[in-house]
C-alpha cells in the first residue's frame, strides 16, 4: 500500500519485523544474544561532488559479507552494551579516542528480533570532523582489516538531479539485519533528513530508458 504512514514503512524493510524495544524493561530480554552497534557522525558543510553539500558525514563499513553495517558486534558474557560497542569500535576501527568513549546516555535505540532472540543496541555518538576523518583513515590498519572489515563508507547524504543516484541509489544496498533501519532511525531522530525526505528516498527509482 503506497498510503502507508512512514513509521511502517521503516519497520517493512527489514525482511523480518524488528520491534523497537527502547522503553521496555531491558531485564526481559537477560537470556536472549546482544548486539551493540554505533553510529559516528560529523557535521560538514564542504561539498562533495558536483557541488553537493553532504548532511552529515556518517561512518558505515563495507563487511566481510558484501553487507554493509556499522561498527559493533556481539556482546561478551556480563559485558555492558556500552563496553561492548566500544570494544567492537576499536577492534572495527583502530581508533581508541577518548572522544570516542561511550555511555549508556549515548544509547539511541534498542531493537529485538524474535526469531533471533537478538537484542540489538544502537549508539551514536557525534564527533569533530577531524576525529572523524582519523577514524576514516585509521580503519585500514585496525585488527580487523582485510578480515571482519573490508571497506570504510561515508554515506551519501544527498541526492543528484535525477533523484536516484546519491542517497537512494546508496539506500539499496545490501545492509546487514536491521542496518538500513537503524541508519534512518538516525537520520530521523538526530534530524538530519525529515521523515518526508527519507520516504522519498525510499520511494526514488533509477531512471530506465525505454
Ligand atoms: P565477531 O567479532 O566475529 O564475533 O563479530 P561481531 O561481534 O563483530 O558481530 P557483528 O558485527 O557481525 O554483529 C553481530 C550481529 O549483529 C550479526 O548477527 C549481524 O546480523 C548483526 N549486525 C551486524 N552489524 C549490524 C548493524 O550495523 N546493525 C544491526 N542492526 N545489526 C548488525
Ligand atoms: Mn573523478
Ligand atoms: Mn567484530
Ligand atoms: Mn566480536
Ligand atoms: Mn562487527
Ligand atoms: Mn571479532
Not at 534498542?110 to 576523518?133: A, E, R, T
Request: hydrophobic share 40%; proline share 4%.
Amino acid at each position: 500500500d503506497q498510503n502507508l504512514p512512514l513509521n511502517v514503512m521503516i519497520g517493512m524493510i527489514a525482511a523480518e519485523p524488528y520491534e523497537d524495544v527502547t522503553l521496555r524493561d531491558i531485564s526481559n530480554f537477560n537470556g536472549c544474544n546482544q548486539a551493540a552497534h554505533v553510529v559516528i557522525y560529523a557535521d560538514t558543510r564542504t561539498p562533495a561532488v558536483q557541488k553537493l553539500a553532504p548532511r552529515a558525514a556518517v561512518y558505515l563499513q563495507f563487511r566481510f559479507d558484501g553487507h554493509v553495517g556499522f561498527p559493533g558486534g556481539m556482546l561478551n558474557r556480563g559485558e555492558r552494551p556500552e563496553d561492548a560497542a566500544y570494544r567492537e569500535l576499536t577492534e572495527e576501527s583502530g581508533l581508541d579516542s577518548e572522544e570516542l568513549r561511550l555511555t549508556k546516555d549515548d544509547l539511541l535505540v534498542v531493537h529485538y528480533s524474535k526469531s533471533k532472540n537478538l537484542l540489538l543496541h544502537l549508539f551514536v555518538k557525534k564527533v569533530s570532523i577531524d576525529i572523524f576523518h582519523l577514524l576514516e583513515t585509521q580503519t585500514v590498519n585496525c585488527h580487523e582489516w582485510g578480515k571482519e572489515v573490508i571497506g570504510v563508507l561515508r554515506a551519501p547524504l544527498y541526492t543528484m538531479s535525477d533523484g536516484y543516484r546519491g542517497f537512494p541509489a546508496f539506500l539499496d544496498s545490501k545492509f546487514i539485519g536491521n542496518c538500513k533501519e537503524q541508519l534512518l532511525h538516525f537520520l530521523d531522530k538526530c534530524k538530519i533528513m525529515t521523515k518526508e525526505e527519507i520516504d522519498l528516498a525510499l520511494n526514488a527509482k533509477p531512471f530506465v530508458l525505454g
